[in-house]
C-alpha cells in the first residue's frame, strides 16, 4: 500500500527563504497549502506557502 502522505517545503512569501518542512496528504487536499508562521530571516511572523 503506497503512502498517500508526502513532504511539502514552506516558504516564505515575503524573503523566499525555505523555512520548514511538513507533510500533507495530496489525494485529500491537492490544492496548495499555507499558514502563518514565524520566520527567523525576517524576524516576524509571515505567510508561508507550499513551494512548488
Do not use: W
Amino acid at each position: 500500500m503506497a503512502d498517500k502522505r508526502v513532504d511539502i517545503i514552506l516558504r516564505c512569501s515575503e524573503c523566499k527563504h525555505e523555512n520548514y518542512i511538513t507533510t500533507k496528504n495530496k489525494k485529500a487536499h491537492p490544492e496548495r497549502f499555507s499558514t502563518n508562521k514565524y520566520c527567523p530571516n525576517c524576524r516576524k511572523m509571515t505567510k508561508h506557502e507550499e513551494k512548488k
